[in-house]
């Protein structure tokens, strides 16, 4: 079965508004990261938060293991924001799980 | 800081035929990894290779065979081609560490 899932499959958002994206996972993990992909571009990694919260500037990422869930939240978007964002878990030898994304559109 | 180059960018390929994908990377990474990512999908490991000459098989593998004869390099051959296949090579390089993984801007296939 499906180990990551991620919703909502796409957003569509005005400049300015927020956003939270969500990440559920039923396997147990070493570790989890959430990656930004451009269209047509490579994937960045944003997070690797395997617990608790991280921030970085109006990015927010929470993961709350026992509950197997981790969250995404961006604040005041801006048109820059659109792409991909991807879900991952990390296994032995950094293996990565995907999930399938969650694709953004922020419009002006 | 370090770079990961994958070549071709773009590789257009008949039905049938072999083709090879190229991976450079200068981090000095351990770990390297080929993905295939195709059109509302996840990406999906094909190989992976831990140290020179090493080779590890991921979820996707069949179809495919792969190279690591230098730490600095990773190849994948596609060994068939199959008609109207479309999609995206990812290659990325880590280190033990989970925080540390870096994906070069991919190779995009297309099977005519």
């Known amino acids: ?108 | 800081g370090g770079i990961i180059t994958q070549t071709p960018k773009f590789l257009i390929g008949q039905e049938g035929q072999k083709l090879t994908l190229k991976c450079q990377q200068n981090f000095n990474h351990d770990t390297m990894y080929w993905y295939r990512q195709d059109s509302g999908k996840g990406l999906r490991l094909i190989y992976y290779s831990i140290t020179e000459n090493d080779l590890q098989k991921g979820d996707l593998s069949e179809g495919y065979d792969a190279s690591r004869e230098k730490k600095s390099s990773f190849s994948l051959t596609v060994t068939s081609a199959q008609k109207n296949e479309m999609a995206v090579f990812l290659c990325a390089s880590s280190t033990d560490s989970n925080s540390d993984y870096t994906f070069g801007s991919g190779t995009r296939l297309l099977v005519i």
């Open chain 1, 1 to 108: 079965g499906q180990q990551v899932q991620q919703s909502p499959a796409s957003l569509v958002l005005q400049e300015g508004e927020n956003a939270e994206l969500q990440c559920n996972f039923s396997t147990s993990l070493n570790s989890m990261q959430w990656f930004y992909q451009r269209p047509g571009g490579s994937l960045v990694s944003l997070f690797y938060n395997p617990s608790g919260t991280k921030q970085s500037g109006r990015l927010t990422s929470t993961t709350v293991i026992k509950e197997r869930r981790s969250s995404l939240h961006i604040s005041s978007s801006q048109t820059t924001d659109s792409g991909t964002y991807l879900c991952v878990l990390s296994g032995s030898f950094n293996k990565l799980t995907f999930g399938a994304g969650t694709r953004l559109a922020v419009c002006p």
